[in-house]
C-alpha cells in the first residue's frame, strides 16, 4: 500500500512563507522620517516668504513690516482695491499685455524649437555637428553681451516701444536650451516609427505633424511651462523696448508702485505681486504632468 505525497509545487509556497513577516530596521524609519522632516523645512523655508507676501497683501498697509506672522490681525482687501488702479497705474491693461506677450512667446518658442529640434535629431546634413555644438555655445553666452547689438538693430528697424523685439526672436529658434530639450527628447524616440510612416507615404513634413509632435507633448508641455514663466517674469526686456505706459507689462507696473524719493505703497505692491503670481501657478499645477515627463526625457514607455 502506497501513501501519497505532496506535490513539491504545492508546497514550496507554504514552506516559503516567513513565519514572522519582515519588518523594516528602525535604522530605515529613523532615516526615512529624517529626510521627510528635512524636505518639509526646506518647504518651509521655500515658501515662507510669498505666504507672508501674501499674509501682508491683507494687511493694512501701516502695518505690513508690523509682524513676521503670516496671518493678520486686521484682514482688509482695500489693498486689491488700491493697487489695481493706484495713481496713473492700470492693471487691466499690464496683465492684457503681459498675456499677449507670453501667448506669443510660447508659441514662438515651441513651433521653431520643435522644428529645429527635429533636424538635428532626424536630418542629415553638412556641418550638422559643428552647428549643433555652435547652438550649445550660445548657452555660455551672458544675456548682457548681446544687449546693445540686440537694441542698435532693434532701433535701425523702428521696432523700439513695440512688442515685435520680445516676441519675433521667439519664431527664429533663439532658445537653445528648448532646442536642446526637444533634440534629446526626439533621439529617445524609436527610429521605425519614421520608416513606418514614411512606407504610408509621409514626408518629413508628414513625420513631424503626425508622429513625433503628438509623441514629443511632454517636451512641449515643459518648454511652453518655462517660456511662460520666463516671458512673464521678465524685466528687463520691457524696460528696455516698452517706453509707452500703455504697453508696460506686470513687471513694469509693479515697478510703478516705486516713486522718486524711494518710498513705495507697499500694501498695494503686495498685493498686485500676489495676484501676478497667479498665472504662473495655475499654468504650474494645469502642466505639472507634462513637466515632469518632458524632464525625465523618457520617451515612449
Not at 540686440?150 to 532658445?175: C, E, G, R, S
Amino acid at each position: 500500500m502506497t501513501t501519497a505525497t505532496p506535490s513539491p509545487t504545492s508546497a514550496t509556497p507554504a514552506l516559503l512563507r516567513p513565519v514572522f513577516p519582515r519588518r523594516p530596521s528602525r535604522n530605515r524609519v529613523v532615516i526615512s522620517l529624517a529626510r521627510h522632516l528635512s524636505l518639509l523645512l526646506v518647504l518651509v523655508v521655500v515658501l515662507y516668504p510669498l505666504l507672508w507676501m501674501a499674509g501682508a497683501s491683507v494687511r493694512p498697509s501701516n502695518e505690513a513690516f508690523g509682524t513676521l506672522g503670516l496671518w493678520p490681525s486686521n484682514f482688509t482687501l482695500e489693498n486689491y482695491a488700491t493697487g489695481w488702479s493706484y495713481g496713473s497705474l492700470n492693471f487691466s491693461r499690464y496683465f492684457v499685455n503681459s498675456l499677449v506677450i507670453s501667448v506669443l512667446c510660447i508659441i514662438g518658442n515651441v513651433v521653431s524649437c520643435s522644428l529645429a529640434a527635429y533636424a538635428f535629431a532626424r536630418l542629415e546634413f553638412p556641418f550638422k555637428r559643428v552647428m549643433f555644438a555652435l547652438m550649445l555655445g550660445t548657452l555660455l553666452l551672458p544675456y548682457h553681451v548681446t544687449l546693445v547689438p540686440q537694441y542698435v538693430l532693434f532701433n535701425n528697424l523702428a521696432w523700439i516701444n513695440t512688442i515685435l523685439p520680445l516676441t519675433v526672436p521667439k519664431f527664429l529658434a533663439t532658445d537653445a536650451f528648448f532646442i536642446f530639450l526637444m533634440v534629446q527628447f526626439i533621439r529617445t524616440l524609436p527610429r521605425e516609427l519614421d520608416d513606418a510612416a514614411r512606407l504610408d507615404g509621409c514626408g518629413h513634413v508628414g513625420i513631424f505633424r503626425r508622429v513625433i509632435l503628438p509623441l514629443s507633448l511632454p517636451a512641449l508641455g515643459t518648454t511652453a511651462l518655462f517660456t511662460f514663466i520666463r516671458t512673464w517674469d521678465d524685466f528687463l526686456g520691457p524696460l528696455l523696448y516698452l517706453n509707452d505706459p500703455a504697453k508696460w507689462t506686470v513687471t513694469q507696473g509693479l515697478n510703478g508702485f516705486l516713486d522718486a524719493t524711494g518710498e513705495s505703497a507697499f500694501g498695494p505692491l503686495f498685493a498686485m505681486a500676489t495676484l501676478s503670481l497667479a498665472p504662473i501657478v495655475g499654468f504650474f499645477l494645469v502642466a505639472q504632468k507634462l513637466l515632469i515627463e518632458g524632464i525625465a526625457t523618457s520617451g515612449l514607455k
